[in-house]
């Protein structure tokens, strides 16, 4: 990751064992010197394009597709709103098991972690039950009284796949409980798909993000300061 030759440097007082003179720095990043993305750019719907990543992808692999480089994984980051990659970057499909194997155990994947609501629609299109919401096993709707509508459907997702499959039913003003179960895995993959799209910004803007950005993290003039890149930190007291 080049983001940290991007970072100034300080001049930090030695508190190393063979040092000689309180004199002594040693020269390090200055990993408290950083950026955001401006507020007027956070609102530019031009400045971002929408990105799906794909399984196994990785900030680097997307920054060489996309800037031309794998160095610039920093930028993918940064400008998709990631402040936590560990936790908001989406597993490979392998790791994601391995991950659910280790949290739930082998025998409790496919346990139910919880239940939601399927999505019902009557035969004119209308919705009746929008689908996603988490519900008691026994929950239960009934069906429009309405002659005109005496067939409705409920939807079946393909949860993490993408797509879906509707079964026809016919009655009117019946109670049904379209209610499915999710497993302690599928919950994990759908949390997981969630992490797939983000926004990254446009190419055509690199340059200027980067001349932007570089004027942000220079020190500007002062009494600790020696070059808008490096810079003395305030005297400490060091106690050995």
């Known amino acids: 990751m080049s983001y940290f030759r991007e970072l100034p440097n300080i001049l930090y ?32 719907i031009n400045f971002f394009t ?6 196994g992808q990785r900030p680097d692999n997307v920054a060489e597709i996309w800037y031309g480089s794998a160095d610039l994984d920093w930028i993918v980051v940064l400008t998709s709103g990631i402040t936590n990659i560990k936790d908001e970057w989406p597993l490979s499909n392998y790791d994601l098991y391995r991950y659910s194997e280790n949290k739930y155990g082998v025998t409790e994947l496919n346990s139910v972690h919880h239940h939601e609501t399927l999505e019902v629609k009557d035969n004119k299109g209308r919705l009746i039950l929008p689908g996603g919401q988490k519900v ?10 309405d002659a005109s509508a005496t067939n409705f459907y409920i939807i079946n997702p393909d949860l993490g796949g993408g797509g879906s499959s509707s079964t026809k039913y016919t009655g009117v003003n019946q109670r049904i409980n ?40 220079s020190y500007e003039e002062s009494s600790q300061s020696i070059n808008s890149k490096l810079a003395y930190t305030e005297k400490t007291r060091l106690i050995t």
């Open 136 to 145: 008691d096993e026994d929950f239960t709707i009934r069906t429009p009284f």
């Open 50 to 55: 929408n990105y799906t990543i794909i399984d």
């Open 178 to 217: 379209p209610v499915t179960g999710i497993t302690n895995y599928q919950y994990e993959v759908l949390k997981n798909e969630e992490k797939r799209d983000i926004k990254l910004m446009k190419p055509m803007y690199l340059q200027l993000f980067l001349q932007n950005m570089r004027t942000l993290m």
């Open 13 to 44: 007082q030695s508190n190393l064992s063979h040092k000689i003179s309180s004199r002594e720095y040693v020269a390090i990043k200055n990993i408290f010197r950083k950026v955001k993305i401006q507020d007027w750019i956070e609102d530019k």
